[in-house]
């Protein structure tokens, strides 16, 4: 079985998120997937398989963190996406049948891919006790995610406290059911992006998330509403870092960015 691994909202190698991606047949069993995750060891390992013609979906798409199912994914999403189009196994845009329904992926010309993914619903929380202590940064406003995601959205002061934020993991992870995102404005617009965040899901086995596609339909309506506009632009700062393009339609956030195959090979066992 071929292997690729592929960096995520990014146009340059050893930058953005790297997932796994594995176009198969059918899917093998779930201890098997997982130990393939697991092997692999990076945020997401997407495995992705055909489905017959005339169905709502064109391919079945799962996504395996090494400690887990999730019920989306952003990054792999868009990776597996760039592999059907780079390989020729599918052409122009796609349907995944996912965990959340079915997600869409459209090829542009100049390279990019947008998703089609369901905008997460908002509801403003107090913050968890304890909650700042274990991010290390005071909350501003706080929100619950919604099933899909399953993460807490946390404001806090600028851009300059997400960047320099080293928070207690084991802390961190007892807040949300994913984890917890921090976000704050950009403090330059000009720079080229509209807001920054930080993504941390230890009680997944990911202590920073490099890129998230998921976290960002969330920040797309909580970004839009505060700075007035649809289409924004966020960087998550990371180590690797990220651009994630938003629009958002409603019900619907879409999300643009690149990606780059950085890894191919087979899977021998």
Same mark, same amino acid.
């Given at each position: 079985?071929?292997?690729?691994?592929?960096? @995520? /909202?990014?146009? *340059?190698?050893?930058? #953005?998120?790297? !997932?796994?991606?594995? +176009?198969?047949?059918?899917? &093998?069993?779930?201890?098997?997937?997982?130990?393939?995750?697991?092997?692999?060891?990076?945020?997401?390992? @997407? /495995?992705?398989? *055909?489905?017959?013609? #005339?169905?709502? !979906?064109?391919?079945? +798409?799962?996504?395996?963190? &090494?400690?887990?199912?999730?019920?989306?994914?952003?990054?792999?999403?868009?990776?597996?996406?760039?592999?059907?189009?780079?390989?020729?196994?599918?052409? #122009?845009?796609?349907?995944?049948?996912? +965990?959340?329904?079915?997600?869409?992926?459209?090829?542009?010309?100049?390279?990019?891919?947008?998703?089609?993914?369901?905008?997460?619903?908002?509801?403003?929380?107090?913050?968890?006790? #304890?909650?700042?202590?274990?991010?290390?940064?005071?909350?501003?406003?706080?929100?619950?995610?919604?099933?899909?995601?399953?993460?807490?959205?946390?404001?806090?002061?600028?851009?300059?406290?997400?960047?320099?934020?080293?928070?207690?993991?084991?802390?961190?992870?007892?807040?949300?059911?994913?984890?917890?995102?921090?976000?704050?404005?950009?403090?330059?617009?000009?720079?080229?992006?509209?807001?920054?965040?930080?993504?941390?899901?230890?009680?997944?086995?990911?202590?920073?998330?490099?890129?998230?596609?998921?976290?960002?339909?969330?920040?797309?309506?909580?970004?839009?509403?505060?700075?007035?506009?649809?289409?924004?632009?966020?960087?998550?700062?990371?180590?690797?870092?990220?651009?994630?393009?938003?629009?958002?339609?409603?019900?619907?956030?879409?999300?643009?960015?690149?990606?780059?195959?950085?890894?191919?090979?087979?899977?021998?066992?």
């Amino acid at each position: 079985m071929r292997i690729r691994i592929v960096d @995520a /909202f990014t146009d *340059r190698p050893f930058a #953005g998120n790297p !997932a796994g991606v594995m +176009l198969l047949d059918a899917f &093998p069993d779930d201890t098997r997937l997982q130990r393939i995750a697991l092997e692999v060891n990076h945020a997401e390992t @997407a /495995f992705a398989h *055909r489905l017959p013609e #005339g169905g709502e !979906a064109d391919w079945a +798409l799962r996504w395996f963190t &090494p400690a887990a199912e999730v019920a989306m994914c952003g990054h792999a999403t868009l990776a597996t996406a760039h592999v059907l189009h780079t390989t020729g196994a599918h052409s #122009g845009p796609v349907r995944f049948a996912t +965990l959340s329904g079915v997600l869409s992926a459209t090829p542009h010309e100049d390279g990019s891919i947008t998703l089609d993914f369901p905008t997460a619903p908002l509801t403003r929380v107090e913050p968890p006790a #304890g909650v700042a202590e274990a991010l290390g940064a005071e909350p501003l406003t706080a929100f619950d995610t919604g099933p899909n995601i399953g993460d807490l959205l946390i404001e806090v002061a600028d851009e300059k406290t997400v960047l320099g934020l080293t928070p207690d993991l084991r802390a961190l992870a007892a807040h949300s059911e994913r984890g917890v995102i921090a976000t704050a404005r950009a403090e330059n617009p000009a720079d080229g992006y509209d807001f920054v965040s930080r993504c941390f899901f230890p009680r997944i086995g990911i202590d920073e998330d490099p890129v998230t596609g998921s976290a960002h339909t969330a920040l797309a309506p909580y970004w839009s509403e505060r700075l007035g506009r649809p289409d924004l632009t966020g960087l998550q700062a990371s180590a690797r870092t990220g651009l994630v393009r938003t629009e958002l339609r409603g019900d619907r956030t879409l999300l643009t960015g690149r990606a780059v195959t950085t890894i191919e090979g087979d899977l021998l066992v």
